[in-house]
């Protein structure tokens, strides 16, 4: 939703929608968008949250080596898919993907499982 625009405003024209193909026309109902931001790239393999937590299962420059940041991005995480969850009119998306050579080729979608 645009600021100060209403929920009407801010969402496209139905003939907008349909010349966008299927997807566009499926996602036509969606009022709201939940952006998680990728601040750094999982590398781990194991999906436990006590291992996502973990500073060294992330890619991480040395700026973001700081005791708790890998915490950080998985509250992160967490609160997106609990607004989405939230709001049955939502679309979750989740920012990023391989930006960072250094961290190695993850296979496709292989940066937020």
């Keep these: 939703r645009r600021a ?3 929920a009407a405003a801010a ?3 139905v ?6 193909g299927r997807r566009g026309a499926q996602m036509a109902h969606l009022e709201s968008l939940v952006v998680v931001a990728g601040h750094a790239v999982y590398v781990g393999h194991d999906f ?3 291992r996502a937590e973990d500073n060294e299962a992330w890619f991480l420059e040395d700026y973001q080596r700081v ?11 967490r609160t997106g898919v609990e607004a989405a ?5 939502s679309l979750l998306l989740f920012s990023g993907g391989e930006t960072r050579a ?11 499982r």
Excluded: N
């Design 15 to 20: 003939g907008a929608v349909r010349g966008r």
């Design 48 to 50: 436990s949250p006590q």
């Design 11 to 13: 969402r496209p024209s």
């Design 4 to 6: 100060g625009g209403s």
């Design 102 to 112: 250094e961290a190695g080729a993850p296979p496709p979608g292989g940066g937020h």
């Design 85 to 89: 969850a939230a709001d049955p009119l």
């Design 67 to 77: 005791p708790g940041q890998a915490r950080t991005f998985v509250d992160h995480i």
